[in-house]
């Protein structure tokens, strides 16, 4: 069965499941799933997971992600983005300057809250948010913890921004345009979005779907490639057998993680091995090899 990742560019006006149920075709199979969903109008870096490869969906879930968002001052839409309907004008046509936008930028820096728009898949009570703000219904949300890298400004002028953003899973970018619209004294929404990077995936090295289908199987990544952050453990002939039957394996290390990769003596990639704290045993999480 083909197994693999497709570090896939995904293009605007599809949902990441469009994107899933295309590359189904393509490659013939049923078991494929996708990490960190792309809103439809956004573009970008999409990992597309294929057969085996699905299991470590999970590793990149968490993964940092990097942006690069538009952003225009002086109103609100209900979506967030300049997709949704006006919902109110700024007073008056005071910009910020450079500097102070600059500023506002710095600030937002860190470990931050954020409110999470109606306009997202968030379950509550067994309905996403998306669909009750299709209703006409918009319901309290809590803040949620997240945590921006670096945010940088390219551009500004004409009342539209330009702004690259690291930050940390489940950051809204809509919602920090409009937490940066109305710290600066202004409302503003989200006008263009794409997602540059998840974890090692990047947009340079991302392939579009027609090259995709032109070449399905040059374009497919090994298993590993999702979990290139985590420590790799290299176990002898042995404990391989042993940790493919399932046994916890003695290994000495100085790693801290817990969460580790693990390989052969000729470097083939065995799974994920679960480190327990302050003890040297290592044990199979996951045997994908």
């Known amino acids: 069965m083909i197994s693999g990742i497709v570090n896939v560019l995904k293009p605007p006006g599809m949902t990441s499941h469009d994107v899933v149920a295309y590359l189904r075709k393509v490659y013939g199979i049923r078991r494929v799933g996708h990490a960190g969903t792309l809103d439809p109008g956004a573009a970008g870096v999409l990992p ?75 379950k509550v009570e067994g309905k996403k948010l998306y669909e009750l703000a299709r209703q006409g219904i918009s319901i309290e949300r809590e ?56 974890g090692d995936f990047t947009l340079e090295e991302a392939k579009t779907l027609e ?24 176990l002898e002939d042995e404990q391989v057998k042993a940790f493919r039957n399932g046994r916890a394996i003695y290994y000495e290390t100085q790693l801290s993680e817990l969460v580790v990769s693990v390989y052969d003596q000729l470097g083939c990639f065995v799974g994920i091995g679960q480190k327990t704290s302050g003890e040297p045993w290592v044990s199979p999480a996951k045997v994908l090899g």
């Open 48 to 122: 597309v997971f294929l057969g085996t490869a699905t299991r470590l969906i999970e590793y990149t879930a968490d993964a940092d992600k990097s942006y690069r968002a538009e952003l225009a001052f002086g109103f609100a839409t209900d979506s967030g983005d300049d997709t949704g309907k006006v919902i109110a004008h700024s007073s008056g046509n005071l910009l910020p300057t450079e500097a102070e936008l600059k500023a506002t930028l710095e600030s937002f820096t860190g470990p931050i809250s954020q409110i999470p728009p109606m306009y997202s898949a968030i």
């Open 143 to 198: 803040p949620r913890r997240v945590t921006i890298n670096k945010i940088e400004l390219l551009y500004f002028a004409n009342s539209q921004a330009l702004i690259d953003v690291e930050c940390s899973k489940g950051t809204y970018i809509r919602s920090l345009c409009s937490d940066i619209g109305h710290k600066v004294g202004s409302l503003a929404v989200m006008t263009f979005l794409v997602r540059t990077r998840v």
């Open 211 to 234: 090259e995709v289908a032109a070449d399905k199987m040059s374009v497919l990544l090994p298993l590993d490639y999702a979990i290139k952050h985590l420590p790799i453990v290299v």
